[in-house]
Structures are given as C-alpha cells and as structure tokens.
C-alpha cells in the first residue's frame, strides 16, 4: 500500500485557530492524538505539544501561545469521536493532571498492536514492519518547552500521529480475523478511567528508592536524605529535572564518602568540577546536617513483613501459572499479557469456587476469563487431584 504524500502541517497559535481546527476535525470523526511534555529537562512538567491528524490533515497545538484549550477537552469527551492514541496511559494522566481533560471513545494502537501478537508494538516499529515508515529517534529526548520549536521539532512531533490511523485500520482488521476486536474494546474501555493520581515522589521518600539506598547503614541513610532534599530544592528553582542536577549515583557516592572539604567532594565520581564551584559549600552543609541528624531522627527503611507461609496457596499459584502458560501458547500471546502475575495472585488468595465467585477479581477481565476462565476454576480448586 503506498505511502500517500504527507498533508500539510498547521501550528496552531491562538483560540480562533484551534476552534477552526476542531470543527474541522470533529466532522472526520476521528482523530489520532498524542501530547509531547518534558519531564526530562524540567522539574516542573506540564505539557507542551499537542499533535492531532485526521485523515487529511495533521496539526500541532502549542499550548504556551493558546490562551484557553477548553475545545481540545471538548473534543476528547466527546463520545461520537474515536481519539487514537499509541500508548494513551501517560497522555491521559498528564491531559488530566495540567486540565482536567477526560477522553471518551478511545482506542490505543498499542494495546491493539499487543492483542494482535505484534512482535513489536512501539510505534516504530509498527510503522517500519507495516508500512516501511523509517521514524526520526534523533529527537527523543528533546526539550518541548523550548520556543521556537525547529523545522525538525515540527517534522518529528508530526510523525508521532501523522500515520495512525492508517495504523489503526489495519490493527483492527487484524484482530477481527483474529476474534479479538471485543478484546480491544474491553481495555479501551477502561483507559476512560485514567486519572493522574498522586506521583510517589511527592511521599517524602523518594532517596529510599534510589538504587543502593536501602543498604545503607542509617547515619549515611541521614546524609542521602539531607542531600536528596538539597538536589530537589535547587532543580525546582532551576526548573531543571533533578538527574540534571546531580546524577542518583553521585548522590549515593557523596551519602557513603561523607566530604568535610571541597578537595574531598571534588574527588568523588560523578561530581563535576562545575558542582563543586557553584554549589560545593551547600553540599557540603547537607552532608554535616545528616551527619549530625539524632540518632531518634535517623531515617528507617520500611520492611515489609513476609506473609505467613501458606502452602495451599503457593500450589494454587502455580496451577494458576500452569493454566495461563499452556494458554498463552496456543493463542500465541505473551503470558504476561494474558493474564498478569498481580491478577494469578488475586485469583490464588481469593481460590474461587465457581464462575460468580471469580467476579470479586477486579483485576480478570472479561476476555481472560473468555480464554482461560473455566481451566482457572479447575486450578483453583482446593483439591488438587481434579486439576
């Protein structure tokens, strides 16, 4: 199937423009979406491109420049629209974290592409294997809050929508041959109740999740901590992501090494000479606050306590596990897809008795219990000897 010529890009900068475009858009009934954000540069993410293509026409929305995007919010909850997104998790959340923007009547190419088998499901690849579609990578990372945005910026941010409908129809005239478009449906379905929610970051103990850091001893625990609190407070000053500041490794290199002088913080890997001259002697005051943290004040890491052996169980899950493996075989999907260890273990601790029993599983969706509902039963069952 060749490769129609590219339509024309449209950066819309002001409401009028953005209400003419979604007009325009909500007569295809149909529109592929995506957003750019730039929570690798900046501390305080937001989003900062917004890509829709219809069937005619791609566009990109710069919401720095569009006073009010009440008519993208609209056009998202509106159910006669199909919004087509690749991956649409971490688009939701952040469409309703910045405001307050729900979608309705969605279908992500990605799950699609997993429910199909695809060997690949990143956009990429998808668009290489099926279309031979080459993607740009080089700007991956780029910064979406820079202005101007570049000629390659436009082009790059372009593509992440420009071929997804294409990519959509073919998708589903896979999974109908395959008997799995209400598959599709059911996930989709589900992605409607996306919410940003609130980021474990925000807990207080983010330095206890840096790698290394649950096997320091507690002093040291104090020292990382003074010093994640320091890094954090200057990247939101800077509004600089806080890796940018300084790497986790350097800030458990400095935790363990506990420098009194500049000649010692110097010398630690991963602390550049430009750390040492602009933010040396603040560093230096973190780490002698943690030093002299009371030892009533020492952080302590959360252990969690391992439940009580439970040998029925242990079986269950492994039948459970027997079940959706031979399963995922003949189907031809991947067993985690299928059924994920979260929901096995659900099912395992609840030992269903019979098909009512498995609607207390939140987690089993409708189309796993299709495939594998009756042999879950079975291997549920507390006498092993009808498994």
Known sequence: MPDPAPPA??????????????????????????????????????????????????????????????????????????IVFHDADYDLRVLDRDYGFRARNIFDTRVAAQLAGEPGVGLSSLL????GLRLDKRLQRADWSERPLTPDMVAYAADDTRHLLRLRDLLVGKLERMGRRHWLEEECSRLEQVRWGT?????????????????????????????????????????????????????????????????????????????????????????????????DRLPVVPRSRRPAPDPAYDARLERLKSVRTEAAERIAMDPGLLCPNG????????????????????????????????RVLVAAALDPSTF
């Open 9 to 82: 890009d449209v950066l819309v900068q002001d409401v009028d423009a953005l209400h003419a475009l979604v007009a325009e858009v909500a007569e295809s009934h149909r529109v592929a979406f995506d957003t750019e954000s730039a929570s690798f540069h900046r501390y305080i993410d937001r989003v900062y491109l917004i890509q829709l293509s219809t069937d005619r026409l791609t566009a990109l929305v710069d919401p720095l420049s569009v006073a009010d995007l009440g008519a993208i919010g609209a056009l998202l909850a509106d159910p006669t629209i199909e």
């Open 128 to 131: 290489e294997r099926h279309f």
């Open 199 to 295: 980021s474990r970051s925000d807990d207080g103990e983010g330095f206890l999740r840096l790698k290394g850091a649950r096997a320091l001893r507690p002093q040291t625990l104090a020292v990382l901590e003074r010093i994640y609190s320091w890094r954090d407070a200057l990247a939101r000053e800077l509004d600089r992501a806080p890796f940018r500041v300084l790497s986790n490794h350097a800030l458990i290199a400095i935790a363990r090494a506990q420098p009194r002088d500049l000649k010692a913080l110097a010398g630690i890997q991963g602390v550049g000479r430009s750390t040492v001259q602009r933010h040396g002697r603040a560093l230096l005051m973190a780490v002698a606050e943690g030093l002299n943290t009371p030892a």
């Open 343 to 374: 929901t096995l273990q659900a099912i395992a601790r609840l030992a269903p008795l019979d098909v009512a029993d498995l609607d207390a599983v939140p987690e089993l969706r409708a189309w796993q219990r299709e495939v594998i509902g009756d």
